[in-house]
């Protein structure tokens, strides 16, 4: 019976020395945004570009982390109260051949990706600006979209 | 336009690392014309925030980040509320006088020469 439990013990352990091993090895230890400012393949190509959001009285700002963009590439539609951006980090030069690589973290791929603002907007005034490698998309509110202020009564 | 200047020893960047900047961007190292490229992804940095200095074979990438945002936050996925740093050892086959950078739409390519006396010579061979 004891055997048993430190047998156990020893295969948990050896499961720790495993997981940091690998751990090493995988993208997790390496300071943000190091692994998401690059494009990464399967799944987390779907989290690319990253964006944030904000708002003002007039306005929504959707402000996308993707350095080294073709812009005539790049495509912006909004649908309802979605936004959708496509477009592609643009690869290394085409004739460098894999061998020639030393590292390669940044990688690149086309990209699509859809979120919904919550807020209606005025798709005709849609503006866009890319600059220093962050795309910066302003959305007017319609008027229903904007917050309107309500006085109520207290009696 | 976009070119980077690349100062060369008179900085001193001899710490491993900055403890301020906690951004590491991710590069790709490849050979090219006769040399290494180095291409860094450095997203809201522009060309002046950008520094790219060369001390005792360490090659030092540091960029500031000049994003101003507008409105107030309201959903986040990334910050850049810091500084990108990320340090390389020269190999001495590298031309460290040649060195020159360029910044275009958030992306820094460091272009590192070989020297003349590391590339290879084609010795003719004569038969008489």
Redesign the interface.
């Known amino acids: 019976m004891l055997g048993t439990i430190d047998a156990i013990r020893e295969l948990q352990a050896l499961r720790r020395e495993v997981e940091r091993a690998l751990e090493d090895f995988s993208l997790g230890e390496?300071?943000?945004?190091?692994?998401?400012?690059?494009f990464l393949p399967g799944l987390a190509g779907y989290?690319y570009p990253?964006?944030?959001?904000?708002?003002?009285g007039n306005?929504?700002?959707v402000?996308a982390?993707?350095?080294?963009?073709d812009k005539e590439n790049l495509e912006i539609s909004v649908m309802g109260d979605s936004l959708r951006i496509a477009g592609e980090k643009m690869p290394?030069r085409g004739d460098?051949t894999p061998e020639?690589?030393?590292?390669?973290?940044?990688s690149a791929a086309k990209f699509v990706r859809t979120i919904d603002l919550n807020t209606e907007v005025d798709r005709d005034k849609v503006s866009a600006d890319?600059h220093?490698?962050?795309l910066l998309i302003t959305l007017p509110k319609s008027e229903k979209g904007k917050a309107k202020q309500i006085t109520v009564k207290v009696d | 336009m976009n070119e980077v200047s690349v100062s060369k020893g008179e900085r001193g960047v001899s710490a491993t690392r900055d403890e301020t900047c906690?951004?590491?961007?991710?590069?790709?190292?490849?050979?090219?014309e006769g040399g290494?490229a180095v291409?860094a992804?450095?997203?809201?940095?522009?060309r002046d925030g950008v520094s790219v200095g060369v001390d005792n074979d360490l090659l030092t990438i540091k960029g500031n980040v000049?994003?101003e945002?507008?409105?107030?936050?309201?959903?986040?996925?990334?910050?850049?509320a810091s500084c990108y740093f990320r340090q390389f050892r020269l190999s001495e086959r590298i031309d460290q006088e040649k060195i020159s950078a360029e910044m275009?739409?958030?992306?820094l390519t460091v272009r590192l020469p070989e020297s003349e006396q590391a590339k290879p010579k084609r010795i003719e061979v004569k038969t008489s």
């Open positions: 390496w300071t943000f945004p190091f692994s998401r400012v690059s989290a990253l964006m944030n959001i904000r708002e003002d306005n929504m700002y402000e982390l993707a350095p080294g963009l290394v460098i020639a690589y030393h590292r390669s973290e940044r890319y220093n490698g962050i | 906690s951004l590491v961007p991710p590069v790709d190292i490849f050979e090219h290494l291409l992804d450095l997203p809201g940095v522009d000049s994003y945002p507008k409105g107030d936050l309201i959903h986040r996925e990334w910050d850049l275009r739409e958030g992306v």
